[in-house]
């Protein structure tokens, strides 16, 4: 696993006008920064830098030979500011309701030129990791070559922002906080199909149901590695992507990017709607014309993105090919 680095970010200020000091810590993986084109990968809600390796949570998609091959790209992955992933960095979060998705992306920037990185190949991020993806095209227009948004959208809809006041509420009232907002969000991230199809109302023992058990499980397991500031902080970064805020509306917003936008949507989503990423796509292509869109099928509604890496790379492996023009040098490859 590659070790956790850090980038000191001074007197960074918010829109809300507080002043934060931040400790940005990131990983690479694959070859050196500078040797190679670079992606970026942007975690979701309670994922972190660590995308490949022993705890990695892509290690379906990115790696030795897989889609996105560890071999012809550097990957980079910050840990989004107050995730808990990073100890150091926690206590510089003075309130979560002060940051946006917007903030984000701008913090990734000033990470990106700390780093002299004034070019990705790629930015791609799956849920509230697409929607920072989206706030840093936005933001820099010409900075990604590829934007690859994955189960996520360029705005959080009413009904998203519904269900982040739910979990906010719990999190800041419940008696057992992580594992009760935790709850909740798993049935939105699966869907009633998925459910039938995994438990079909069988029992774990004659008082407890076994969706109630995996429930349960679910909530244990992320009590054991996350606290509650960072789910409080991602939540709110997940109810706060605009791109259009103080901009105008999308389309000008939009034509703005020069990147090509490869839209992933999944069927069964029941947290960024399929049909929202089709609307979103029907006006960027009256616009642009470097736009895809991609459909995930799958029982399993959000959390397709984590499961259904076949799909996934099917749609992806074209944007992935080596191409010898778009780097100099990468020796092995355009000798």
Known sequence: MSNLKHITISDYKTKTGRTNDISLSYQTFGVALGEAPIILVIHALTGNSTIIGEHGWWNDLIGDNKCIDTNDYTILAFNIPGNGFDNNSDHLIKNYKDFSARDIAKIFSLGLTELK???????????????????????????????????????????????????????????????????????????????????????????????????????????????????????????????????????????????SIHLVTINSDLFFKPEENWNTYVELKSVKDNVTIHEIKSIHGHDAFLIEFDQLARFLKPIFKVNCDAFVPISKYCA
């Open 117 to 259: 990185i004034d070019a990705l190949y790629a930015a791609i991020g799956g849920s509230v990791g697409g929607g920072i993806a989206w706030e840093l095209a936005a933001l820099r227009p010409n900075l990604i070559e590829h934007l690859i948004p994955i189960a996520t959208d360029w705005k959080s809809t009413d009904w998203l922002i519904a269900n982040c006041h739910i979990q906010d509420s719990i999190l800041n009232h419940s008696k057992n906080a992580l594992a009760d907002a935790r709850m909740h969000a798993m049935t939105l991230y699966r869907t009633p199909e998925s459910l039938t199809q995994k438990f079909g109302r069988t029992k774990k023992d004659t008082t407890l149901f076994n969706i109630e058990s995996w429930l349960n499980y679910h909530g244990e397991t992320l009590t054991n590695r996350f606290n509650i500031s960072a789910y409080k902080m991602m939540n709110q970064v997940l109810r706060t992507i605009d791109i259009t805020a103080d901009r105008g509306d999308f389309l000008e917003v939009a034509t703005n990017i020069s990147s």
